[in-house]
């Protein structure tokens, strides 16, 4: 397995949520040389510098100013998305059943709830203290699970498992004995909580020198990004690289895409590196491009025909450009343009997927982004299969692939 491949497990294995996953980003980042700021601070930052802001612990921007004016040269932007479908644990979770001590959660984005059946699983977020500071925290070992039900007492179940998140999905914690989740966790100090449920086995190589591991969408592309933003050449423009959470669930919130999050840091970037010119933000936009990065659908071998027959990207095929006549992806010609021509540059292969005409499309922050900020986009993606899925699939050697055309991007 590629190198980056390799790497791309291990930062899987140490982000079971979106805070895991920024804490672990913005870990590489620090060591790269970029410096952190706080949204509370007044910046002032100079060409050349490398920062990055973190915002509510679930959504990240990391950036490198540009040796000329934002207004003169715009930026070059990459963005991603942090979270993934999951079951978030409730605020009264605690449910004891038939000698059962169990957790009561609720469905987060659109998971497809079968893979999450007979998987030796875990509990990890972050709790928040009555003083108000939050730290991460991750039950150790493989304590929770979901158990099938035997098919001798539900024979239905060859017709189509049909599965109540409220009655079937309930994770079991061990017997009533067991300790509550919250001392297991050892924060029986915690007033609020964001915890989420995540698959413990380790990422994969298996296959074609492929990856199988759960949150590949979109820790895939926060990955390569990451990589990326601390590759790039410097530049006369901006560099910058943007992780929103939510985005399974709609992005809306202040650290989602349809939030203020990125509209703001862009705002202070123009004025924190001292340009007072009212227009400068508008010309600085009118200049900049967006990269929207996630996963995208292989083509699969079970189900080729839910696929467009002239459009079936392949896992190792390189970076999937996405169409949409309807804009759900937000790719025009002269993005598609750009980011094709970057990655030739880069001696990457690029592949194409619009959905078929009589099924429905997926979307991503691309359309929420150039809606809101006017921003020319691209939407592109690594192939994957069984997306949303528990364990997904994707290959190791679309990573360098999506790493040098990224870097293109950003230089
Ligand atoms: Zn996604």
Same mark, same amino acid.
């Given at each position: 397995?590629?190198?980056?491949?390799?790497?791309?497990?291990?930062?899987?294995?140490?982000?079971?949520?979106?805070?895991?996953?920024?804490?672990?980003?913005?870990?590489?980042?620090?060591?790269?040389?970029?410096?952190?700021?706080?949204?509370?601070?007044?910046?002032? %930052?100079?060409?050349?510098?490398?920062?990055?802001?973190?915002?509510?612990?679930?959504?990240?921007?990391?950036?490198?100013?540009?040796?000329?004016?934002?207004?003169?040269?715009?930026?070059?932007?990459?963005?991603?998305?942090?979270?993934?479908?999951?079951?978030?644990?409730?605020?009264?979770?605690?449910?004891?059943?038939?000698?059962?001590? *169990?957790?009561?959660?609720?469905?987060?984005?659109?998971? *497809?709830?079968?893979?999450?059946?007979?998987?030796?699983?875990?509990?990890?977020?972050?709790?928040?203290?009555?003083?108000?500071?939050?730290?991460?925290?991750?039950?150790?070992?493989?304590?929770?699970?979901?158990?099938?039900?035997?098919?001798?007492?539900?024979?239905?179940?060859?017709?189509? %498992?049909? %599965?109540?998140?409220?009655?079937?999905?309930?994770?079991?914690?061990?017997?009533?004995?067991?300790?509550?989740?919250?001392?297991?966790?050892?924060?029986?100090?915690?007033?609020?909580?964001?915890?989420?449920?995540?698959?413990?086995?380790?990422?994969?190589?298996?296959?074609?020198?492929?990856?199988?591991?759960?949150?590949?969408?979109?820790?895939?592309?926060?990955?390569?990004?990451?990589?990326?933003?601390?590759? @790039?050449?410097?530049?006369?423009?901006?560099?910058?690289?943007?992780?929103?959470?939510?985005?399974?669930?709609?992005?809306?919130?202040?650290?989602?895409?349809?939030?203020?999050?990125?509209?703001?840091?862009?705002?202070?970037?123009?004025?924190?590196?001292?340009?007072?010119?009212?227009?400068?933000?508008?010309?600085?936009?009118?200049?900049?491009?967006?990269?929207?990065?996630?996963?995208?659908? @292989?083509?699969?071998?079970?189900?080729?025909?839910?696929?467009?027959?002239?459009?079936?990207?392949? %896992?190792?095929?390189?970076?999937?450009?996405?169409?949409?006549?309807?804009?759900?992806?937000?790719?025009?010609?002269?993005?598609? @343009?750009?980011?094709?021509?970057?990655?030739?540059?880069?001696?990457?292969?690029?592949?194409?997927?619009?959905?078929?005409?009589?099924?429905?499309?997926?979307?991503?922050?691309?359309?929420?982004?150039?809606?809101?900020?006017?921003?020319?986009?691209?939407?592109?993606?690594?192939?994957?299969?069984?997306?949303?899925?528990?364990?997904?699939?994707?290959?190791?050697?679309?990573?360098?692939?999506?790493?040098?055309?990224?870097?293109?991007?950003?230089?």
């Amino acid at each position: 397995m590629s190198s980056l491949g390799d790497d791309l497990r291990a930062f899987v294995d140490v982000s079971p949520t979106p805070f895991h996953a920024v804490a672990e980003m913005t870990r590489r980042l620090a060591e790269a040389g970029f410096t952190e700021l706080l949204e509370t601070d007044r910046w002032a %930052l100079r060409p050349g510098g490398a920062h990055f802001v973190v915002r509510d612990g679930g959504s990240l921007i990391a950036f490198r100013v540009g040796s000329a004016s934002l207004a003169d040269a715009g930026l070059r932007i990459v963005g991603t998305h942090t979270d993934s479908p999951t079951f978030k644990v409730r605020p009264l979770h605690d449910i004891r059943r038939a000698g059962y001590r *169990l957790v009561g959660v609720e469905p987060y984005g659109g998971l *497809l709830a079968h893979t999450w059946l007979d998987r030796e699983l875990t509990v990890a977020g972050r709790v928040t203290t009555a003083d108000g500071t939050s730290r991460l925290v991750r039950l150790a070992g493989a304590t929770l699970r979901i158990p099938s039900l035997a098919i001798h007492l539900d024979r239905s179940v060859r017709d189509g %498992l049909v %599965l109540d998140p409220q009655r079937h999905l309930v994770p079991v914690l061990g017997l009533e004995s067991e300790p509550e989740l919250l001392e297991q966790l050892g924060a029986p100090d915690a007033v609020g909580f964001d915890l989420v449920l995540a698959d413990t086995q380790p990422a994969a190589s298996t296959g074609s020198d492929w990856i199988a591991a759960p949150r590949l969408d979109n820790l895939g592309s926060c990955h390569s990004a990451t990589h990326a933003l601390i590759a @790039a050449e410097p530049a006369a423009h901006t560099a910058l690289f943007v992780a929103n959470d939510h985005e399974e669930v709609g992005s809306g919130s202040a650290e989602g895409a349809r939030g203020s999050f990125l509209a703001d840091v862009l705002a202070r970037l123009v004025a924190a590196t001292g340009d007072t010119d009212p227009q400068a933000y508008h010309r600085a936009m009118a200049r900049s491009r967006l990269l929207s990065a996630d996963m995208a659908h @292989a083509v699969h071998p079970n189900f080729a025909d839910r696929h467009e027959p002239n459009h079936t990207p392949r %896992l190792g095929g390189g970076p999937v450009v996405k169409h949409n006549a309807n804009q759900a992806y937000a790719t025009d010609a002269t993005t598609a @343009a750009w980011f094709v021509a970057r990655a030739s540059e880069a001696g990457v292969p690029v592949q194409h997927f619009v959905t078929r005409a009589d099924l429905p499309c997926g979307s991503t922050i691309g359309p929420l982004t150039a809606t809101r900020l006017g921003i020319a986009t691209v939407d592109v993606g690594s192939p994957t299969l069984a997306m949303h899925s528990c364990r997904e699939l994707a290959s190791a050697e679309d990573v360098p692939l999506m790493v040098r055309a990224m870097t293109a991007c950003l230089s």
